[in-house]
Structures are given as structure tokens and as C-alpha cells.
């Protein structure tokens, strides 16, 4: 169904100087090049949506992904909404734009804007470690764990690994915080005990601060980390190797790295509210896309912001993320030139190993730019 979105167009100071700067990154690491007659178009082609939905049904057919939620973003206004195949591959079930998916670590950028708020609260400061919040209860006989902050967690800078289980099941550094970059779902973990400690509540009052701060502000109708009993009606299942696995959750704590169960639609809202802020909201939304040029980048890659990996494509700069459960898999990307992005659900573990992903993406008009 096509949405007709109410978010004005806001013109802003801070959005040219992110642009400007994003615009210098480009330039100086990125290898694509302009059209030959010089007038690159940030703008994606008008959305056929007829079109639309009769490809991605016709490119889902044999990929081993049985369901699929997306949203499509123009303008800064959610262009599209639309469910595809099944929520079970043995039962059936339709995917619907009210089915919940696992958001998988589409979860950190929506928690990296919830930690900005508390910033700008003055619950924590981003660049103090943490230690001096609440020391970390995994990490008491190594000093280097007085020196994380909130900004090098963000950053994936902590010398943390993914998951503890990459380090023999004890949680350990693997390099020295904030010399390198390394994707960490730890260091979330860590900075979501942080923020429970300050705050004074546990997983639940913490989702109730997250749903009053940010779900409910950005008009959300299912956005949530913990766990309730009315989850399962609306969830698909997830998929590996084509074969149901659940819908119950991997667990019922507040993951900060993980556990976000939400709809493509809601995603889009969080990604139409960071692409044309409101007012007093702006400051917090330029923070946490300001490219963190002072921290260690990815090889190869452009330094991050706080929230989302940066891309340099043809079309200009653009703000992604990528997300892997196991059996749930999901990707989103945004421009601030353009307005226009792009959310993907997928229930299987096959959304981006049969090329799904990127032939949506193509189709769309944007670059498949990922290894």
C-alpha cells in the first residue's frame, strides 16, 4: 500500500555541513565515478510499485526465503510499504506489513539513538569511560576496561569481541580499545547495562524509557526489545536451511544488539525521523550521524558514525546496516542528499546469500556496493 507521509521537508545548517564533510570523505576514498556528462542524480528512479511487487515476488521464488517485509523511503516519507510469501514455510501464514520480525542488528542504530538521548539528558557523557558508570562485572581483573566509552562502543573501537563465545566462551579483549576497529555486540551489551544502572530500572523499565523516548515519538506501532506474550501472534518464524526454527525470541532480555522486534514500516519511521528531524531532535540526530573521523575506521572503509556504517556510491553517500540472527536476516539504508531509503526483513537465513538483497536493490535504482 503506498503511504502519503505528513513529515515535512526540513532544511537545516548541520545537514549541509554533514553533507559537506561526507561529501570530502567521498572524494578522497571513494572509487566510483560520475556520469560522463558530470550530473550525477542522487535522486532514485519514480516508484513503480505495480513493478515493484511483481518482481520481488518473481525473485523470491527459489531463494529459500519464504517471507519478506520491506519499506521504501522517498523524499524522507515512507513511499511503500508491502509484505511478501509466508510466515512459516510448512504452515503458511501470509507476511503481512503487520508482521514483527527480529530487526537483528538492525537493533544497534535504533539503541545508538536511544544512548544520544541520554546524552543529551546528561545521563552519561560519550566520551567518559564507562567504568566510572558501573565497571564491567565480566571484565574485573583487566585495567583496559576502565578505558571504554560510550563513544568507542558505538564506534565497534571497545577491542571487544562480537560475542564472547568468539574468545572460548570468557569474555576477553582482542585488541586494545579504541587503537582498532572491530564489530562488537558486547560492547552494546555493556553500554545497555550502563544506561540500566543510571537510569535505576531493569530490561523492562528500560524498554519503557526506550518506548516513551523513541517509539512513541516517532509514531511507531510495535517496537520492542523485551519480550511479552502477544509477540508470537503477530512474528513469522524464522528459517535456516528452508526449515522453521521459531518465533519465540532468542531470549527474553533487553538486547541492545539484537533482540528488536519490530515491522519494516516501524524501521522506515525510526530512518524518516534521523532523515528529516524534527526540530528538537535535530541536534541529537546530527550527532549520531556525524561521521567519527577521530575513530578507528573499518579497512577499506569509510570512518562510521555513531549509528550506521558509511557508504560511498555512485549516487552519493549513504548510511546503511546490515543485520544476521541466524534466521532472521535484515538490511536498511538512507540518504540525507536524496531522502530516499530502504528497509528489508527477510525470515530465512538466505536473504542475502541468494541475492535477494541486492537484486531489490538494484531494482530500486540504488548500488549493490558490499563484498
Known amino acids: 500500500m503506498i503511504f502519503q507521509g505528513t513529515r515535512p521537508r526540513r532544511a537545516g545548517g548541520w545537514r549541509s555541513l554533514a553533507l ?157 580499545p579504541g587503537t582498532r576497529y572491530g564489530y562488537s555486540g558486547e560492547g552494546y551489551e555493556y553500554l545497555r547495562r550502563v544506561l540500566r544502572h543510571e537510569l535505576g530500572v531493569n530490561d523492562d523499565g528500560l524498554q519503557a524509557v526506550f518506548q516513551a523516548e523513541v517509539a512513541d515519538e516517532i509514531g511507531a506501532d510495535f517496537m520492542s526489545y523485551t519480550w511479552d506474550a502477544s509477540i508470537p501472534e503477530r512474528k513469522t518464524f524464522g528459517h535456516r536451511n528452508g526449515i522453521p526454527t521459531d518465533n519465540d525470541g532468542h531470549d527474553m532480555n533487553f538486547g541492545a544488539a539484537y533482540s528488536l522486534n519490530t515491522t519494516a514500516e516501524d524501521y522506515a519511521r525510526f530512518l524518516t525521523a534521523l532523515i528529516r528531524p524534527d526540530a528538537s531532535r535535530a541536534g541529537t540526530v546530527e550527532r549520531l550521524l556525524a561521521v567519527q573521523d577521530t575513530m578507528p575506521a573499518e579497512e577499506g572503509e569509510l570512518h562510521r558514525s555513531l549509528g550506521f556504517q558509511i557508504k560511498a556510491t555512485a549516487h552519493g553517500l549513504r548510511y546503511d546496516h546490515f543485520g544476521d540472527n541466524g534466521d532472521f536476516r535484515s538490511y536498511c539504508h538512507f540518504s540525507l542528499d536524496s531522502g530516499d531509503g530502504l528497509v528489508l526483513f527477510g525470515n530465512s537465513d538466505a536473504l542475502f546469500s541468494s541475492g535477494l538483497a541486492r537484486r531489490i536493490v538494484e531494482h530500486l535504482g540504488e548500488e549493490w556496493v558490499y563484498d
Not at 561529501?23 to 528512479?45: E, K, Q, V
Not at 510499485?49 to 526465503?65: D, I
Not at 558508570?133 to 569481541?161: C, F, I, K, S, W
Open 20 to 176: 559537506c564533510a561526507l561529501a570530502s570523505l567521498a572524494a578522497a576514498c571513494s572509487t566510483t565515478t560520475a556520469p560522463a556528462d558530470g550530473t550525477a542524480d542522487s535522486r532514485a528512479p519514480e516508484l513503480d510499485v505495480a513493478g515493484l511487487e511483481s518482481f520481488v515476488r518473481q525473485e523470491m521464488a527459489g531463494t529459500g526465503v519464504p517471507g519478506l517485509s520491506m519499506a521504501v523511503i522517498r523524499d524522507g516519507e515512507i513511499a511503500y510499504s508491502g509484505g511478501f510469501g509466508v510466515r512459516n514455510a510448512q504452515t503458511g501464514g501470509a507476511v503481512t506489513t503487520d508482521t514483527l520480525f527480529e530487526a537483528a542488528s538492525l537493533s544497534k542504530p535504533v539503541f545508538a539513538y536511544f544512548a544520544m538521548l541520554q546524552v543529551e539528558k546528561g545521563v552519561i557523557e560519550l566520551d567518559r569511560p564507562l567504568y566510572e558508570y558501573l565497571p564491567h562485572p565480566d571484565l574485573p581483573d583487566d585495567p583496559r576496561a576502565q578505558e571504554l566509552t560510550a563513544r568507542m562502543v558505538l564506534t565497534h573501537a571497545t577491542g571487544l569481541p562480537n560475542w564472547r563465545s568468539y574468545t572460548g566462551g570468557v569474555l576477553q579483549f582482542v585488541f586494545d
